[in-house]
């Protein structure tokens, strides 16, 4: 870069935001265009049958509840929830932070969480492994 590019003044187009942290990304007024807000429980869907092994298996419910606030409930195969969740929790975080994105321009609440109660019919926690390396007794 010249010593004359550098020495120009930075023109900034206001209408593009910029200007400092978080500036020019809020947006005032009704959420999206004519109203239309992110239909998220499609989102979840999208990602969650992506994920599954058994992909016709995936069920996806989205509540409105009061106050700005939904609720997802995602349903697979038990054998396909490791895999959602990811290791320590990764996946099913990533896709939290994926909706709560989408939802900060609708400016509302969504929660997402597994519908599936127990994994493979275990109510509890895991029995503890002897790993005392002796003979049993």
């Known amino acids: 870069m010249s010593d004359v590019q550098r020495?120009?003044?930075i023109r900034r187009d206001p209408r593009r935001g910029g200007g400092g942290f978080n500036r020019g990304f809020r947006r005032e007024g009704p959420p999206g265009p004519a109203g239309i807000g992110v239909?998220?429980?499609a989102l979840v869907e999208y990602v969650a049958r992506s994920l599954a092994e058994k992909p016709e298996e995936v069920q996806v419910e989205a509540f409105e509840r009061?106050?700005?606030t939904v609720a997802i409930k995602v349903k697979l195969a038990d054998a396909?929830?490791?895999r959602f969740i990811g290791k320590?929790?990764?996946n099913i975080e990533a896709v939290r932070t994926l909706v709560r994105v989408a939802s900060l321009r609708d400016r509302k609440r969504v929660f997402v969480d597994l519908a599936n109660p127990t994994l493979g019919g275990h109510s509890g926690p895991?029995?503890?492994?002897?790993?005392?390396?002796?003979?049993?007794?």
């Open 39 to 41: 239909d998220y429980r």
């Open 88 to 90: 320590a929790g990764r």
């Open 7 to 9: 020495s120009r003044p």
């Open 80 to 82: 396909d929830v490791g």
């Open 126 to 137: 895991r029995e503890r492994r002897d790993h005392s390396g002796g003979a049993p007794s």
């Open 66 to 68: 009061g106050g700005g």
